[in-house]
T-cell receptor, first 112, second 112 residues
């Protein structure tokens, strides 16, 4: 069936470096994608979203890139901080009923 | 303004016992959702409610029932708990016409 998946289950980066978290999706009809951050013991928290008619969107220290040709999106975090340690999920909405399909998650570890 | 609240935070059940997980929101959102999250996995939708008085099955509804009591409250019931239902359960809300969902802190359920 349709699925959203992540390339790397764990990513370790040095504090201050940039982080890039990748996500592949398989439903070419999906027109909306969201990145969520989940800290230990908490519920997911919205970070940034992007629609399929865009290929890049920037937020505060975060950028999401969408490549529809290869069905791939990425989350870039600039100047990674200890507070960025979390599991990051990408999710897609393949149709208009707003049901999210979630990927498995990537754990981001910050090295001091 | 508490956002999305869930009770209890943690529960241990024996196989065959029943219980109801409670979710309440003060965000005046129409849509509410119940997800489960297994270790190292993304979230899977159990049931959702697009508006007061309506409920629909998600990806993994078997073994669960829901009630949209009013606009604020959406409960999830396990009639006869099974060890396979050991998981973290998240309630979420969403504004009609918006894909962004807001999550509660989760209920950790252990079924022995």
């Amino acid at each position: 069936g349709e699925s959203v998946g992540l390339h790397l289950p764990t990513l370790s980066v040095q504090e201050g470096d940039n982080s890039i978290i990748n996500c592949a999706y398989s439903n070419s009809a999906s027109d909306y994608f969201i990145w969520y951050k989940q800290e230990s013991g908490k519920g997911p928290q919205f970070i940034i979203d992007i629609r399929s008619n865009m290929d890049k969107r920037q937020g505060q220290r975060v950028t999401v890139l969408l490549n529809k040709t290869v069905k791939h999106l990425s989350l870039q975090i600039a100047a990674t901080q200890p507070g960025d340690s979390a599991v990051y999920f990408c999710a897609e909405i393949p149709d208009s009923n707003y049901q999210l399909i979630w990927g498995a998650g990537t754990k981001l570890i910050i090295k001091p | 303004n508490a956002g999305v609240t869930q009770t209890p935070k943690f529960q241990v059940l024996k196989t065959g016992q029943s219980m109801t997980l409670q979710c309440a929101q003060d965000m005046n959102h129409n849509s509410m959702y119940w997800y489960r999250q297994d270790p190292g996995m993304g979230l899977r939708l159990i049931y959702y409610s697009a508006s007061e008085g309506t409920t629909d099955k998600g990806e993994v509804p078997n073994g669960y029932n829901v009630s949209r009591l009013n606009k604020r409250e959406f409960s999830l019931r396990l009639e006869s708990a099974a060890p396979s239902q050991t998981s973290v359960y998240f309630c979420a809300t969403g504004l009609e016409g918006s894909e962004t969902q807001y999550f509660g802190p989760g209920t950790r359920l252990l079924v022995l």
